[in-house]
């Protein structure tokens, strides 16, 4: 499954109103640290397909980063059902991203 790009207006539907599991990377282009994980979360969407896997761009996007409390990137919100239930904060090994995916399928 491809890795969803998404904005304020689709981050309701597409993420709090979702059945399942749902990991969000709130990224910039500029950051470094996020362009090292970007071809992790692509595989983890390839690898994971009963996981929607969600990118959210924090320029583009100020006011949804503010209202998920997202102060560094990358940073990973795992939402199951629409609820988090997970955060992850900086350049994680892509072990520990499959790990707190499991771990809550």
């Given at each position: 499954m491809a890795v969803i790009h998404l904005n304020e207006k689709e981050y309701e539907d597409q993420v709090l109103k979702a059945?399942?599991?749902?990991l969000?990377?709130?990224?910039?282009?500029?950051?470094?640290p996020c362009?090292?994980?970007a071809p992790i979360v692509e595989e983890l969407a390839d690898e994971f397909p009963e996981v929607k896997v969600c990118k959210v761009d924090v320029d583009e996007n100020q006011?949804?980063?503010?209202?998920?409390?997202?102060?560094?990137?990358?940073t990973f919100l795992l939402y199951k059902d629409g609820e988090v239930i997970k955060k992850i904060v900086g350049a994680v090994p892509k072990?520990?991203?499959?790990?707190?995916?499991?771990?809550?399928?």
């Open positions: 059945k399942g599991l749902t969000v990377d709130f990224w910039a282009t500029w950051c470094g362009r090292m994980v006011e949804l980063a503010l209202a998920n409390k997202v102060v560094s990137i990358p072990s520990e991203l499959i790990q707190a995916m499991r771990q809550f399928q």
